[in-house]
């Protein structure tokens, strides 16, 4: 089946650097790729839409200066995390469908600021 | 905004039962029904998908749907160790790039006593 390809899987940074997170989709083109953070114990929450060779479309109250997303080829899409905080601590996920019939997910990022 | 409710649980049920998780969702348009099992610290895995009023089956698990009612459940038979996990509800439907975007909700979690 598709496979959406995230790493890293983990990532441990201080606060105030900024972190990547790359998704690939391995055997399908992603013309888009949806990212979700998940705090524990609470479900996935849409941060941002990100259409390939164009702007993100980010969900209300998520900055968009500090949660950059970059999806420059039908088989990449990258979030980086700017100026991180201990806030910003949690689960990132990224997923992308195959035509119409269901979405696959990235294994995960767990971020952990310190 | 759309709405996705699960009863949070725990729901404990011993081996070999049956176990039964349900999911009521606001937004009437939605056209895409699913169910995806996580694992603590883990991506969502795709169980069952379902897009017609009625039963789906797939193996040991079922998925019920009806629109009028708002409301779609997850069965699962013969319940095993295995499938202790957090199970979340996730609609997407509408019009345009909303048909993609999935809202969750915020997961039943289940453990399967041996």
């Known amino acids: 089946g598709a496979v959406v390809s995230q790493h890293p899987s983990w990532v441990i940074c201080k606060s105030g650097t900024s972190v990547k997170i790359e998704c690939r989709s391995l055997d399908f083109q992603a013309t888009t790729m949806f990212w979700y953070r998940q705090f524990p114990k609470q479900s996935l929450m849409l941060m941002a839409t990100s259409n390939e060779g164009s702007k993100a479309t980010y969900e209300q109250g998520v900055e968009k200066d500090k949660f950059l997303i970059n999806h420059a080829s039908l088989t990449l899409s990258t979030l980086t995390v700017t100026s991180a905080h201990p806030e910003d601590s949690s689960f990132y996920i990224c997923?992308?469908?195959?035509?119409?019939?269901?979405?696959?997910f990235g294994q995960g990022t767990r971020l952990t600021v310190v | 905004q759309k709405e996705v409710e699960q009863n949070s649980g725990p729901l404990s049920v011993p081996e070999g039962a049956i176990a039964s998780l349900n999911c009521t969702y606001s937004d009437r348009v939605s056209q895409s029904f699913f169910w995806y099992r996580q694992y603590s610290g883990k991506s969502p895995e795709l169980i069952m998908s379902?897009?017609?009023?009625g039963d789906k089956e797939d193996g040991r698990f079922t998925a019920q749907l009806n629109k009028a009612s708002q409301y779609v459940s997850l069965l699962i038979r013969d319940s095993q160790p295995s499938d202790s996990a957090t199970y979340l509800c996730?609609?997407?439907?509408?019009?345009?790039?909303?048909?993609?975007?999935?809202?969750f909700g915020k997961g039943t979690k289940l453990s399967v006593i041996p």
């Open positions: 997923s992308s469908w195959t035509g119409r019939t269901e979405a696959f």
């Open positions: 996730a609609v997407a439907g509408g019009s345009g790039a909303g048909s993609y975007q999935l809202t």
């Open positions: 379902i897009y017609s009023n």
